[in-house]
């Protein structure tokens, strides 16, 4: 079964440092997204990204983080100036076209851990 | 963007059925109904989806009623591997389908 996979699976960074995690999406996906797990809440959502551009962003989503998608495949997560509060689980997702554009649902990867130190 | 609750936990034991509920009183015309399983340190994983009436796939069921306001997840004889935190989420057409999390309801399978 198709899945969707991230590098690093971990990620350790000083604060301050830009980080860039890594996703590969279900090949013929078109919808993709980027959450973050703090250890032990909620799993949170940041962006969503559809045609090249983001279709939706949350307040968690500022002027720090950026997202690309660079190539045919990948679909990047850029944090410029990491912060210690940035420290996370951040999952990529990705689902297909449905009818209307919904009805299909989102497969995720198995995320990256960054740490800040 | 609809809102949903579910049990903080729930303990069952091996070879049970067990049923977690959700309510979302606010869910919209469109709206589908998506639950997810997360294991410690890993993504969530997608178990099924529905809009209405009842869904079955070869890991689980998914009854919605008629008015939608409610579901419920049924698990089959459930193993202890099954233990996981299991969420219910509303997808939200408008907002490209983002997907608003709760604190998900814990199970725990005891042998």
């Known amino acids: 079964e198709p899945e969707v996979t991230q590098t690093p699976s971990h990620q350790v960074t000083q604060m301050g440092q830009e980080v860039i995690l890594r996703c590969v999406p279900i090949?013929?996906?078109?919808?993709f997204y980027w959450y973050r797990q703090i250890l032990g809440q909620k799993v949170e959502f940041l962006v969503s990204?559809?045609?090249?551009?983001?279709?939706?962003k949350s307040e968690i989503f500022d002027d720090q983080f950026s997202v690309e998608r660079p190539d045919g495949s990948n679909f990047t997560l850029k944090i410029r100036s990491t912060k210690l509060e940035d420290s996370a689980m951040y999952f990529c997702?990705?689902?297909?076209?449905?009818?209307?554009?919904?009805?299909?649902?989102?497969?995720f990867g198995d995320g990256t851990r960054l740490s800040i130190l | 963007l609809a809102k949903t609750t579910q049990p903080i936990s729930m303990d069952s034991y091996e070879g049970q059925e067990v049923n977690i509920t959700c309510s979302h009183n606010?869910?919209?015309?469109?709206?589908?109904i998506t639950w997810y399983q997360q294991f410690p340190s890993q993504g969530p994983r997608f178990i099924i989806q529905?809009?209405?009436?009842?869904v079955t796939n070869e890991v689980a069921s998914l009854f919605i009623p008629a008015d939608r306001k409610s579901s419920t997840l049924s698990l089959p004889r459930v193993s202890l591997s099954d233990t996981a935190v299991y969420y219910c989420?509303?997808?939200?057409?408008?907002?490209?389908?983002?997907?608003?999390w709760g604190a998900g309801t814990k199970l725990i399978i005891k042998p």
């Open positions: 989420l509303v997808g939200d057409v408008d907002s490209n389908y983002q997907l608003i």
């Open positions: 606010n869910i919209a015309t469109n709206d589908y």
């Open positions: 529905g809009y209405k009436t009842k």
């Open positions: 090949s013929n996906h078109l919808y």
């Open positions: 990204f559809y045609n090249n551009e983001i279709s939706e």
């Open positions: 997702a990705s689902r297909g076209e449905g009818v209307r554009g919904h009805g299909e649902p989102q497969h």
